[in-house]
């Protein structure tokens, strides 16, 4: 299977009042929120989401972001990631890479407000082994590189049987 390389650019920080203003057809994608956590300390990475085909505006609606440990919604920062590449995918395509990257983000940095998809990277799924995403622009503490190869078992556990290479001895000739 040939490697699927995902580019996401990602953009902000916007306040909550601010995402209100991104419903139009470009605001769509991935987003991920900053904010207060009681154990990890302040604006610290506390979700990543998928708009699921609506607008970044519409599907912060969905969200409380204002409750819970994230009472000051003043200090709540959301970055949105759009896909960028040479050209426009189908949607089924956009769709699949969104939902690829959403899950290789989720698994690789494990936010403290995701239960969902932390462990739902398939092990043995050749979609996710050749996935890659690339975070640029304000990806902040994201990984720039995030690789399928790199976050699942089956590829870990053939790294572990690896083993040094030992030096070749240099003569002069």
């Known amino acids: 299977m040939e490697e699927r390389v995902i ?3 990602w953009d902000g920080p916007h306040s909550l009042e601010q995402l209100k203003r991104l419903d139009q057809p470009r605001d769509r994608g991935l987003y991920k929120v900053y904010g207060h956590h009681p154990v990890y300390g302040s604006n610290v990475l506390v979700y990543i989401g998928q708009t699921c085909g609506q607008t970044f505006a519409a599907r912060n609606a969905q969200h409380s972001w204002g409750g819970g440990s994230q009472e000051d919604r003043r200090h709540v920062e959301v970055y949105v990631g759009r896909l ?29 407000y995701n239960s969902t998809n932390i462990d739902s990277v398939s ?16 990806h902040r503490d994201l990984h720039p590189e995030v690789s399928g190869l790199r976050w699942t078992k089956d590829y870990t556990d053939q790294a572990k049987g690896y083993k040094v290479y030992e030096a070749q001895q240099m003569t002069n000739t």
Do not use: F
């Open 84 to 112: 960028k590449g040479a050209m426009t995918p189908s949607r089924d395509e956009w769709d699949r890479q969104i939902e690829l990257a959403e899950r290789l983000l989720i698994h690789a940095h494990a936010p403290a």
């Open 7 to 9: 580019h996401i650019e």
């Open 123 to 138: 092990e043995s799924d050749p979609e996710v082994c050749n996935a890659r995403v690339l975070n640029w622009g304000g």
